[in-house]
Antibody, heavy 119, light 107 residues
Framework: QVQLQESGPGLVKPSQTLSLTCSVS??????????WSWIRQPAGKGLEWIGR???????NYNPSLKSRVTISVDTSKNQFSLKLSSVTAADTAVYYC???????????WGQGTLVTVSS | DIQMTQSPSSLSASVGDRVTITCRAS??????LNWYQQRPGKAPKLLIY???SLQSGVPSRFSGSGSGTDFTLTINSLQPEDFATYYC?????????FGGGTKVEIK
C-alpha cells in the first residue's frame, strides 16, 4: 500500500520561499508510470493543482503559479519536493502531495500539511 | 484552462436517499473526468475515474456517467458516512482542474 507524507515548515514569512517534501513509502517512486503531484486547498475553499513531476524529472506546472513553482524529485530518497517562492498570504493553504495514477487521477494522497504565510 | 462547474454547490439529503451531482466542463474532455470525496479535515479520496470506473474498495452505491462536457455522480441509498464534499476533476489537459465542490449535508 503506497503511503505519502508531507513535511516542512508550517509557518513561512511573506516574500520567502515555501519548501515542502513528500516522502513515499510502500513502493519505489520510480516504479510504474506515475506522475507525482502537489495540490493545495485554502481553508474552506476548493482544490488547486500546483504541478506534477515524472521520475525522469519532467515537470508540468499550473500556469497561474508557474513563475514561482519548482517541483523536484530525489529517487534515492523516494521523495519529491515543492518550492514556492515569493509567498503572500494568498498562499496560505493545506498542501497535499498525491500520486497521479494512469497519468490522470489522484489515487493516493498524503494527509496534507497546513502552511500559513504570516510575519 | 478548462473550467469545471459543479451543481448544486450544496444539498441536503436523508439517509437512504438517492443523490445526483452534476459536473460540466467548459469544453469537451471525452471521458477524462474523475470524482473525489472529501470529509472534513481529511484528504480527498478517489471514487470514480475515467467518468464511470469505480475505484477499488469504493462501495457500489457510487456510480458515474457522462462524456464530452456533462457528467454525473450518483450515490444510491445515501449512508451516514457519505455526508461530505464531492469534487470533480478533469484530466484531459494541463492544467488539471477541479470543480468547486458539492457539499452533501444531512437533512
Amino acid at each position: 500500500q503506497v503511503q505519502l507524507q508531507e513535511s516542512g515548515p508550517g509557518l513561512v514569512k511573506p516574500s520567502q520561499t515555501l519548501s515542502l517534501t513528500c516522502s513515499v513509502s510502500g513502493g519505489s517512486i520510480s516504479s510504474g508510470s506515475y506522475y507525482w503531484s502537489w495540490i493545495r486547498q485554502p481553508a474552506g475553499k476548493g482544490l488547486e493543482w500546483i504541478g506534477r513531476i515524472y521520475t525522469s524529472g519532467s515537470t508540468n506546472y499550473n500556469p497561474s503559479l508557474k513563475s514561482r513553482v519548482t517541483i523536484s524529485v530525489d529517487t534515492s530518497k523516494n521523495q519529491f519536493s515543492l518550492k514556492l517562492s515569493s509567498v503572500t498570504a494568498a498562499d496560505t493553504a493545506v498542501y497535499y502531495c498525491a500520486r497521479l495514477g494512469g497519468g490522470s487521477y489522484f489515487d493516493y494522497w498524503g494527509q496534507g500539511t497546513l502552511v500559513t504565510v504570516s510575519s | 484552462d478548462i473550467q469545471m462547474t459543479q451543481s448544486p454547490s450544496s444539498l441536503s439529503a436523508s439517509v437512504g436517499d438517492r443523490v445526483t451531482i452534476t459536473c460540466r466542463a467548459s469544453q469537451t474532455i471525452s471521458s477524462y473526468l474523475n470524482w473525489y470525496q472529501q470529509r472534513p479535515g481529511k484528504a480527498p479520496k478517489l471514487l470514480i475515474y475515467a467518468a464511470s470506473s469505480l475505484q477499488s474498495g469504493v462501495p457500489s452505491r457510487f456510480s458515474g456517467s457522462g462524456s464530452g462536457t456533462d457528467f454525473t455522480l450518483t450515490i444510491n441509498s445515501l449512508q451516514p458516512e457519505d455526508f461530505a464534499t464531492y469534487y470533480c476533476q478533469q484530466s484531459d489537459s494541463i492544467p488539471l482542474t477541479f470543480g468547486g465542490g458539492t457539499k452533501v449535508e444531512i437533512k
